[in-house]
């Protein structure tokens, strides 16, 4: 996930971010952190995860809208406005074999 934050909202999105980082890895998935910016201004953050399948992966999306949780952690964001645009991308890692 790229996304583009308030930097005035860092709090919240860190609030966000943790919530989602739970949510991943309740419902399946492996989160591998949100990266967040360190040094100068910045509206920039990512947050890279992964599940074993597309199916799994859409079993966990299908919560969207629907489980209470994933509607709380989503109200951090739309109260807060601290993300101001994110942008999803699919990708297959590419592992060293020894």
């Given at each position: 996930?790229?996304?583009?934050?308030?930097?005035?909202?860092?709090?919240?999105?860190?609030?966000?971010a943790?919530?989602?980082?739970?949510?991943?890895?309740?419902?399946?998935?492996?989160?591998?952190?949100?990266?967040?910016?360190?040094?100068?201004?910045s509206?920039?953050?990512?947050?890279?995860?992964?599940?074993?399948?597309?199916?799994?992966?859409?079993?966990?999306?299908?919560?969207?809208?629907?489980?209470?949780?994933?509607?709380?952690?989503?109200?951090?964001?739309?109260?807060?406005?601290?993300?101001?645009?994110?942008?999803?991308?699919?990708?297959?890692?590419?592992?060293?074999t020894?």
């Amino acid at each position: 996930m790229h996304y583009t934050i308030d930097p005035a909202q860092i709090e919240a999105f860190e609030r966000f971010a943790r919530a989602w980082m739970r949510l991943v890895a309740a419902h399946g998935g492996v989160h591998h952190g949100y990266f967040l910016p360190a040094e100068g201004a910045s509206d920039k953050a990512e947050a890279l995860f992964s599940f074993e399948s597309l199916a799994a992966y859409e079993r966990y999306r299908a919560r969207f809208g629907n489980d209470p949780e994933f509607v709380a952690a989503d109200s951090i964001r739309d109260d807060s406005g601290c993300v101001v645009r994110y942008e999803r991308t699919f990708m297959r890692p590419l592992l060293p074999t020894d």
